[in-house]
């Protein structure tokens, strides 16, 4: 019996259907999958997941989700200039409390920021679909399994003191 239940929870760790954003801005703001829809679509043939030292771990394809720029476009961040902005970053939490951290500098200065994505759907390796569950990634990443979070939960915006 508790095995089952180990299984079980193993199986729907990584599932989310919403991600809370929170943190050193204005307001906290949760989106769901539905409010996705209103962002633009993006759809990706197929990334290759390499770890931390550059072996293939697999390929994710069919991926379809918006930039998650696009997505922290309309949050306020808690500051009196822009100048300070350059002080922000971002961890990243998955269900399983899996972490990843990006600087706001990262995403709005760098050509990575038109690269990382909040995915809705993709087919892993195992031509499992994952449909309605939040991942992300960053495409152009050379360990792109480093910064891949599925069952992405929670947004943290903070500032370097």
């Given at each position: 019996?508790?095995?089952f239940?180990?299984?079980?929870?193993a199986?729907?760790?990584?599932?989310?259907?919403?991600?809370?954003?929170?943190?050193?801005?204005?307001?906290?703001?949760?989106?769901?999958?539905?409010?996705?829809?209103?962002?633009?679509?993006?759809?990706?043939?197929?990334?290759?997941?390499?770890n931390?030292?550059?072996?293939?771990?697999?390929?994710?394809?069919?991926?379809?989700?918006?930039?998650?720029?696009?997505?922290?476009?309309?949050?306020e961040?808690?500051?009196?200039?822009?100048?300070?902005l350059?002080?922000?970053?971002l961890?990243?939490?998955?269900?399983?409390?899996?972490?990843?951290?990006?600087?706001?500098?990262?995403?709005?200065?760098?050509?990575?920021?038109?690269h990382?994505?909040?995915?809705?759907?993709?087919?892993?390796?195992?031509?499992?679909?994952?449909?309605?569950?939040?991942?992300?990634?960053?495409?152009?990443?050379?360990?792109?399994?480093?910064?891949?979070?599925k069952?992405?939960?929670k947004?943290?915006?903070?500032?370097?003191?």
């Amino acid at each position: 019996m508790l095995l089952f239940c180990v299984t079980s929870y193993a199986a729907t760790a990584q599932e989310s259907k919403q991600v809370t954003i929170e943190g050193k801005i204005a307001k906290p703001t949760t989106i769901t999958l539905d409010d996705l829809k209103n962002f633009k679509s993006v759809t990706i043939d197929s990334v290759v997941v390499y770890n931390h030292l550059q072996q293939r771990k697999g390929a994710v394809k069919n991926l379809r989700g918006v930039l998650l720029k696009d997505l922290l476009a309309g949050i306020e961040f808690s500051t009196s200039s822009p100048k300070l902005l350059s002080e922000f970053y971002l961890t990243c939490i998955a269900n399983d409390n899996y972490k990843v951290v990006y600087s706001w500098n990262e995403l709005f200065n760098t050509d990575t920021g038109n690269h990382t994505y909040v995915v809705t759907d993709y087919t892993n390796d195992a031509a499992k679909e994952v449909k309605g569950s939040l991942s992300l990634i960053t495409t152009t990443d050379k360990a792109t399994g480093r910064r891949f979070v599925k069952g992405l939960s929670k947004i943290v915006i903070q500032q370097v003191n």
